[in-house]
Each structure stands twice: as structure tokens, then as C-alpha cells.
């Protein structure tokens, strides 16, 4: 478990003060994926950091496991670090080692033998799909090959907390997907806990068991991550589910939505988000003949996140305006996230 208390962050530029941590309080779950996502400079990489000791908050507590990171000595940190291991977005690796000795660097600075070595190293080969490659060297990867180097080596000394630090933001498509999916692997067959910050989206969506949005160095809102989908609980929050299913309003509707209802746009037009179950539940069916309303679904869109169905859709709503309410209130009953894009003829 690794647990934020409080933790302030800042740093001077001349006579310039930047927040990077505003009192963070957060908690990430042992053996869980978290995931924290923002823009650059929401401050994700500084939070990363304070895990490990390599930046010190200004105030606060980082506890790993049963350990206050900022208490250690120089001696107890160095011992800690063996249990975090950590994977960059450019891989880090050295260019005169091959991909065996990459691996092995760690255990080596721990001063293991050839045979300890040997057997700790050959394994991890095997777990990250690097068979065949042993005697290779980084300028004879590709990408997504090196950072599977990276993992192993960060797994060497059989850390119990893996830290990645946009681990996927050089990679292609499909390289991301293939290194996503060696993270949930390695999360699911030997425990590890898993922090890791992005600014994409759809990482969260693929890989995470929980997420924490940030902004300006302050913890907009943090949740699992099926519950962030559903039902995002910030403005922030629903700009990134809202850019995460790319709905994008028919060409015919453009330009005649209005932000308020009138006489001439009395109709609201709606964002229904559902999860688990409710994907499969004719809601939507019911609404229309309880309600004698006209509900015209103009997009829709279902995915599997986390361990849920998640969906969303786009419809125009037509009728009575008090039918039009109870209908609202219906779906608000039936725990659908509804939001009112805006109103149309």
C-alpha cells in the first residue's frame, strides 16, 4: 500500500514559486494498477518521484508499505529503492550492455553471484517475451522490445511496487497495447502494486484498476476506475471520459444547439451514461412508453473497462415537459449519469 498524506510540493525559479503538490491526499491499494492521469504539469511526475525518495515534499507523508519514505536514512532509502522498481518513457538502457546484461545491472550493484544472476535473469526473459534476444543490444530493438528490457531489469531485485513513468508514451498503438497488457500479466501473476502516470486516456481505460485526476498540482478526483467512466465527478473528469468515446454531434445538429431551453429549443438534448448491467436493460425502451416521449438515440457507444460493461450515448428528447421531467427523474432513480448537452428544436 502506498499512501499520500497531506503531501506539498514546490519549487523555486528564481524569485517564480511553482506548486507542484497541493496536499495530496490519496491512497493506492496493494497489489492494485493505479493510474494517474493529467496534463503536463498537473504534477504527476513530482507525486511519482516522492515514492522513491527522489524528490522530498515540503510537507506531508509518503508511506510505502510500512515505511515514511521522508524519515529514512541514507542507508534505509537505498535499501527501499531495491523494493520499487521503476520504467521510463525512454527505456534507459545502457547501449554497451546486451539485453541479458541490461537485465542483470541491478543484481550485479547488489553484488550477486554469476549463478544468482543467471538464475534470476533467465526467467524474467521468459516472462517478458525476450527469448531469442539475450545477447542482443538496444540499437537491435525495436521499441517496443526495449521496454520490455526496462520491465525485466526493474524486476530484478523482486520489487513489490512498480513505478512507470509514461512507460508508453513512445511507443506506437500496438507496441502500447503489447506492453500494456505484460503489465497486467505481471500485476495478476506476481502481485506487484503498479503506479503509474499518463496523460492518455485510453491507458487508463485498458490497463487500471483505479485513477487519480490531476490538475495545477491538485487532486481533482480519484476513483475506480469503472466508477470514473460511469459517472466522472468533476468538469475535468467528464472532458476526459467525454474525449475518451469521441462523440461527436451529426453535422445536421451543429450549430443548432442552444445552452439554455426556449420557446423555439425546448427539447434537451442528452449525454446517458450507464455501467454493468444497465447496458443490457432496456431502460431507454421503458422511458419512451411509461413516458409517451420521442427518444432518438443519435450516438452510442459500449465498452469493456476495468471489470464492466460501460456505454454511453447522445439522444434527443421530444414531448410533454413534465413527462419530460419524470422521465429525468426516472433515470436518475434507475442510477444513470445524465447530463443535458444543451436544447434543441
Known amino acids: 500500500m502506498i499512501r499520500f498524506k497531506n503531501v506539498h510540493k514546490t519549487y523555486r525559479i528564481g524569485s517564480k514559486e511553482i506548486v507542484a503538490l497541493n496536499n495530496i491526499d490519496l491512497e493506492v491499494p496493494e497489489g492494485s494498477i493505479f493510474g494517474m492521469i493529467g496534463a503536463s504539469g498537473a504534477g504527476k511526475s513530482s507525486l511519482l518521484r516522492c515514492v522513491n525518495g527522489l524528490e522530498s515534499p515540503d510537507s506531508g507523508q509518503v508511506i510505502v508499505g510500512d515505511k515514511d519514505i521522508n524519515s529514512l536514512s541514507t542507508k534505509e532509502l537505498r535499501q527501499s529503492r531495491k523494493e520499487m522498481g521503476m520504467i ?58 526495449k521496454q520490455r528490457v ?31 497488457n505484460l503489465l497486467k500479466d505481471i500485476n495478476k501473476k506476481l502481485g506487484i502494486t503498479i503506479l503509474l502516470i499518463t496523460h492518455e486516456v485510453d491507458v487508463i481505460k485498458s490497463i487500471c484498476n483505479y485513477v487519480a485526476l490531476l490538475d495545477k498540482g491538485c487532486l481533482v478526483e480519484t476513483n475506480k476506475v469503472v466508477d470514473f467512466f460511469s459517472a466522472p465527478q468533476s468538469k475535468l473528469g467528464k472532458d ?97 449519469s445524465v447530463d443535458i448537452i444543451g436544447y434543441v428544436a
Not at 546484461?101 to 543467471?118: F, G, H, M, Q, V
Request: aromatic share 8%; charged share 20%.
Open 240 to 336: 476526459y471520459v467525454n474525449s475518451s468515446f469521441s462523440f461527436t454531434l451529426p453535422h445536421w445538429l451543429e450549430g443548432q444547439v442552444q445552452e439554455s431551453p426556449s420557446n423555439d429549443h425546448p427539447y434537451p438534448l442528452l449525454k446517458i451514461s450507464f455501467s454493468g448491467n444497465k447496458v443490457n436493460s432496456p431502460v431507454i425502451s421503458k422511458a419512451s412508453r411509461e413516458f409517451g416521449i420521442d427518444i432518438n438515440i443519435l450516438l452510442s457507444n459500449v465498452e469493456y473497462i476495468g471489470s464492466s460493461n460501460i456505454g454511453a450515448m447522445i439522444a434527443q428528447v421530444s414531448g410533454d415537459a413534465d413527462k419530460l421531467k419524470q422521465c429525468l427523474d426516472y433515470f436518475a432513480n434507475e442510477n444513470l
Open 88 to 145: 521510463f518513457q525512454h527505456f534507459n538502457l545502457l547501449n554497451v550492455r546486451n539485453v541479458f546484461d541490461n537485465i542483470a545491472l541491478p543484481l550485479e550493484l547488489s553484488k550477486r553471484s554469476a549463478s544468482d544472476i543467471k538464475e534470476k535473469v533467465s526467467p524474467l526473459i521468459e516472462l517478458t517475451g525476450l527469448k531469442g534476444k539475450e545477447t542482443s543490444y538496444p540499437n537491435q530493438l525495436s521499441g517496443g522490445q
Open 150 to 180: 526496462a520491465i525485466a531489469r526493474a524486476l530484478a531485485n523482486d520489487p513489490k511496487v512498480l513505478l512507470c513513468d509514461e512507460a508508453t508514451s513512445a511507443l506506437d498503438p500496438q507496441t502500447t497495447e503489447q506492453i500494456l
